[in-house]
């Protein structure tokens, strides 16, 4: 196999490793080209280190190599139950599901017993926003009335024992460092552009998570069916519904639900009167250090102004981006409660899943595509993570979690 792999580059199935498969290939050609054209006039102890890294290389790819065909015999070579056509000019769409047949609702969530959403695509006035838990528990400062750690951790109804991903041990990350570098836009970058830009980078990061639910286990079924998990929810306390094409709340089971929202957002990003494509469109901000013509009269006084309008975006697209946001959430949410162990954990994936979701939180926190009475179904993870560093102070993630239940998670899982 490592001949091959060093001929041709296909020792492994093709899929995201290939890029990185490839860089290791040819280092390690160099350095066994290195080491035939330097053979011979080479001072003995140099071409003791060229083969020491050479050993060194071999035992890394190995190690890859096999790491790589075991998450490949098990998961990682998945395909979807249906993928995206190609259209007619060639531009390659979002990924999307196949189910032919299935009505094309408006996604919407039902939470919390009988509390029903309003259809977001149509014109309704928005519901008033509420605290989150966590703010109306910790809120009561100047009444003297705090609430301790356990008591808000009560207040969550969290299962006991606790699920795994509120150990601290398991809600580590794959690299380290502040994610608000990856969150905040740059001056010269369009409010429009930025947000259009993070709505599909999340969307494609949590697919590749949806996508290993997908497979077929050997008895024909996924990991996340009918049976198992029979109505989309996060936990006891939260579940989802979804607005049929009579626009009445239908509970669906989540992979069902999960394929629907797939479709829905797909569509809306493959719309390019919704996501416009043009190059013709403005897309950068203004900056005050290259222009000394104020904001306000750059266009008419009486003309009407929305976020994304200079690049070409509806004044819907807010709305929109929101909704998309919000569904994405919630599948977050149905994996970690119903899927955290089975399969990301088995899969050695949790702290990819961490990573990619708390950089989800910093994001639509910071773009105000959450709020934090939508954060509820996995605020004690976002609490941890608060009182634990992962969310810098100052970010809007950090200010809707609570640190004192936060601390206290800390505590029981031994790492404070």
Not at 34 to 53: H, T
Not at 167 to 196: C, D
Request: proline share 6%; charged share 15%.
């Amino acid at each position: 196999m490592l001949i091959r792999f060093l001929t041709t580059g296909h020792a492994v199935s093709d899929d995201w490793w290939y890029p990185t498969m490839w860089l290791m290939r040819d280092d390690l050609v160099r350095c066994f080209m290195d080491l035939m054209l330097k053979f011979e006039f080479i001072y003995p102890y140099v071409m003791l280190c060229r083969l020491v890294e050479v050993l060194h290389y071999v035992k890394w790819l190995a190690w890859s190599i096999t790491r790589h065909h075991l998450r490949h015999l098990h998961l990682l070579n998945a395909r979807f139950r249906g993928t995206s056509s190609k259209s007619s000019g060639g531009q390659t769409k979002s990924p999307t599901s196949s189910t032919s047949g299935a009505p094309s609702p408006v996604p919407t969530s039902h939470s919390q017993g009988s509390q029903s959403s309003i259809n977001l695509s149509a014109k309704l006035p928005p519901l008033p926003n509420s605290p989150s838990l966590a703010q109306t528990i910790g809120m009561d400062e100047s009444s003297g009335a705090m609430s301790s750690g356990a008591d808000i951790l009560a207040s969550y109804h969290l299962p006991s024992p606790l699920p795994m991903w509120l150990n601290p041990n398991y809600a580590k990350h794959i690299v380290k460092g502040n994610f608000m570098t990856l969150s905040a836009r740059p001056k010269t970058v369009e409010q429009g552009e930025w947000i259009a830009h993070h709505v599909v980078e999340h969307y494609r990061n949590l697919w590749n998570f949806v996508r290993v639910l997908h497979e077929k286990e050997d008895d024909g079924t996924s990991i996340c069916n009918a049976s198992t998990c029979p109505r989309m929810s996060a936990g006891a306390n939260h579940s989802f519904t979804w607005l049929n094409s009579r626009r009445e709340p239908v509970e669906l089971p989540a992979m069902e639900y999960m394929t629907l929202m797939q479709r829905w957002i797909s569509g809306k990003i493959d719309d390019t009167k919704i996501f416009p494509t043009e190059a013709s469109g403005v897309s950068f901000a203004h900056n005050p250090s290259i222009t000394t013509t104020p904001l306000s009269q750059l266009t008419s006084q009486t003309e009407r102004e929305w976020v994304g309008k200079r690049s070409g975006f509806p004044e819907n697209f807010v709305d929109v981006c929101q909704t998309i946001f919000r569904q994405m959430f919630r599948v977050y949410a149905h994996l970690y409660w119903a899927h955290f162990v089975e399969p990301f954990y088995h899969l050695n994936l949790e702290k990819q899943l961490n990573s990619c979701f708390s950089h989800f939180v910093l994001t639509a926190t910071a773009l105000d595509m959450l709020k934090p009475h939508e954060l509820e179904p996995l605020q004690p993870l976002i609490d941890l993570w608060a009182a634990n560093g992962t969310f810098p102070q100052g970010s809007k993630a950090y200010e809707y979690a609570n640190l004192r239940a936060g601390e206290l998670l800390l505590q029981l899982g031994g790492a404070s």
